[in-house]
């Protein structure tokens, strides 16, 4: 079989056929990273329905920071070209040893990026530094194979094919999750499609020059306008643009700090790394270190301070955390899926419009214990389990199959480093599906126990979190068969607590930690977002002795604590950020949540975000991305249509109450 000289990067068949491959590398990226930008387009025009000439100049912004990406891609190419110059000996080899050479070389030169792109050392695992060069070699043999036998024309069609089916994963599987594993599958689209762009026969060097150069200089122009409303596009719908435009603020990050000051990166000084979007502000610095527009704003100056139980009511405590429960109950009516907890709410305080401070348990819960924004969890303040124990309560939390009982003089059950105790890290979901009803039956169980100490009961149900396992159909069906089942067996509880003397006097709060998607907004899961889906969540709390209530106010889950202590006769710490709703609170009142990049596969590299909720608006300050949303929760529940351009107004006043938070000094940055 005769060497051609159609062939694509990174090799060609011959050595000759690798120097040509060389210098048309640049040019099949170029390739590549255009027909991918023309493919995210038409996807953001479908998923968005936006304006042709936004989308065009979406278009232009993707090439020109494709651009600037393809020149770092011809480096697995090169590599395989350098080896293939130096070793003589490869010259006088078979064809098929030339090419494995050249592929094996390019390949593992391609893992190697791969695993810069994981960047393992960061997230605690060792897989990557060998599943990943191993599978390079595995796929250096099937491109050699595929290089030696089939003709051109369909050895490019199965590479640019490939590459288009490796991008369709990207863009639609887990989007905003696992942000890492994203970005090694857009590479990997981009090496396939290059590998299949040779065009010598088409166009000559001189053709090929002119039209780069002429694209490259008019899709360039185009990111010296104002990039605002490309940059959302590429946030709700993109998958090219938001990965191209972030390597550009890479490239351009003259301080190292993760941000740009160019092209809408947000970094109001490029060069102090101490100085950018999401840094703690320090009351002494007199600058304004996380670019929010203000200078130490904050209104939440609070010393840490300890905590001392005063005289208390006696009444057991039942703390009824359903994992994952949307404030929706699935995209249907609560009495609907949940008639038990229709019930109750009707019994109890029903806040309607209660928000999480972080849509993921371990932060959220902390956070509810010491009624601090995770943000500022610094700042002092002990566990839940840790105040009540101290009360003298028997205080236990029950989650799976396990029981942790929080002693009076013992430590923490949630240590503010996770890796000391997080119990819900979960090490198999075996028998998941009877979890949630031992945990009630036990107590039940305890109920007929004669005591004088007052239980408090941390009744952690997991019914609703994946992997579910009851229903069929899509995975919403299924979520709301969980949510109805989990209904059942707090009714039962509820059941049981009415036929007994103590249990009609004990205080019941029901409350999720966070939310889940499906689909809303393209995603699946949490703690990537904080649309309603995520951090809206269901909290109810009956006290005895105080009348029930449908509050419509905006609520925070930061005032669970605070509330169940003022009902126990405790004094408030001047740590706590949530309020008592036994005490008269603002009409109008803001409460924050955010979300940041965290130590794992899922969590690695997505963006840090903010926002507040304030009346009928939200507004979500994408830290990361420099971008706001501004959505009237009222008139637009599923938050679609962002009204910053609309209510500049509004976006403005809210902007203001966020950046006062933001400038919290008890304040930890990641």
């Known amino acids: 079989m005769s060497s051609s000289t159609e062939n694509g990067p990174p090799v060609g068949r011959s050595a000759s056929g690798l120097d040509a491959a060389f210098g048309d590398s640049l040019w099949c990226y170029l390739v590549a990273l255009g027909l991918l930008a023309v493919v995210d387009t038409l996807l953001a025009l479908v998923r968005s329905g936006d304006s042709v000439l936004l989308l065009g100049h979406y278009l232009a912004v993707t090439v020109a920071c494709g651009s600037w990406l393809a020149l ?62 191993g599978m390079s070699l595995v796929a250096a043999l099937a491109l050699a194979l595929v290089e030696h036998f089939p003709p051109e024309r369909v050895r490019r069609s199965v590479y640019v094919v490939l590459g288009l089916l490796v991008f369709a994963v990207d863009a639609f599987a887990y989007r905003r999750l696992y942000p890492t594993l994203h970005s090694v599958l857009f590479f990997v689209a981009i090496l396939l499609i290059a590998r299949g762009a040779a065009f010598r026969n088409a166009l000559s060097v001189k053709s090929r020059v002119g039209a ?50 160019v092209f809408g990166g947000g970094d109001c000084d490029d060069q102090d790394a101490a100085v950018h979007p999401g840094a703690c502000e320090s009351e002494r610095s007199g600058r304004d270190d996380n670019c929010n527009g203000l200078v130490s704003g904050s209104t939440h100056h609070q010393a840490s301070a300890s905590w001392t139980p005063g005289s208390s009511r006696r009444a057991d405590v039942y ?192 409350l999720s930690d966070h939310g889940d998607e499906f689909g809303d907004h393209g995603g699946r899961f949490h703690g990537a977002t904080l649309y309603e889906e995520n951090i809206w969540v269901p909290l109810m709390m009956r006290l005895p002795g105080v009348a029930p209530a449908k509050v419509e106010q905006v609520a925070s889950l ?43 596969l899922g969590g690695q590299g997505r963006p840090e975000m903010h926002a507040v909720v304030l009346g009928r608006y939200k507004l979500v300050h994408n830290v990361t991305r420099n971008l706001f949303e501004l959505y009237d929760i009222k008139d637009d529940p599923s938050e679609r249509s962002s009204l910053v351009s609309s209510k500049p107004e509004e976006a403005a006043r809210l902007r203001q109450v966020l950046a006062r938070w933001q400038d919290d000094p008890i304040c930890q940055s990641f």
């Open 72 to 133: 770092v891609l011809c480096a697995p190419t090169s590599a395989g070209v350098f080896v293939a110059r130096r070793w003589k000996g490869l010259r006088r080899a078979p064809e098929f040893v030339q090419v494995l050479v050249a592929t094996t070389v390019s390949c593992v030169t391609a893992s190697v990026v791969c695993v810069l792109l994981i960047r393992p050392w960061n997230i605690g695992v060792v897989w990557p530094y060998y599943v990943v060069p």
């Open 212 to 261: 780069a150069t002429a694209a490259l200089v008019l899709a360039h122009v185009t990111l010296f306008g104002d990039l605002t409303s490309v940059r959302h596009l590429g946030v709700w719908f993109g998958t090219v643009q938001p990965k191209t435009l972030a390597f550009v603020h890479t490239v351009i990050d003259r301080d190292g700090d993760g941000h740009s000051a």
């Open 319 to 510: 703390f009824v955390m359903v994992d994952t429960l949307r404030g929706d109950f699935g995209r249907v009516a609560r009495r609907d899926v949940a008639p038990e907890v229709d019930a109750f709410a009707r019994s109890a305080l029903d806040f309607v419009r209660a928000y999480t401070p972080y849509p993921s348990t371990f932060r959220a819960m902390l956070s509810v214990g010491r009624s601090r924004s995770w943000r500022g969890i610094g700042g002092g303040g002990a566990e839940l389990l840790g105040q009540m124990a101290a009360l003298g309560y028997d205080a236990r939390l029950w989650i799976d199959t396990r029981q942790y009982k929080r002693a009076r003089s013992g430590g923490p059950i949630l240590h503010l480093d996770r890796s000391k105790g997080d119990p819900f890290r979960l090490k198999s979901h075996h028998n998941k599906s009877e979890w949630s009803e031992a945990i009630v039956d036990r107590a039940i169980a305890e109920l007929g126990v004669s005591t004088q100490t007052p239980r408090f009961r941390w009744l952690h149900l997991l019914d609703p979190h994946a992997p579910l396992v009851r229903g069929q159909g899509a995975p919403l069906e299924m979520y709301r068969a969980e949510v109805g089942h989990v209904s059942h067996l707090f009714g039962r509880l509820l059941e049981a607590l009415a036929k007994s003397h103590r249990g009609r006097r004990a205080v019941v709060i029901l």
């Open 558 to 600: 930061l005032d669970v604590v605070p509330t169940l202590m003022d009902y126990l006769g405790q004094p408030p710490l001047p740590t706590w950020q949530g309020h008592s709703w036994l005490r008269p609170v603002p009409a109008e009142r803001p409460v924050f949540s955010q979300v940041e990049p965290v130590a794992n």
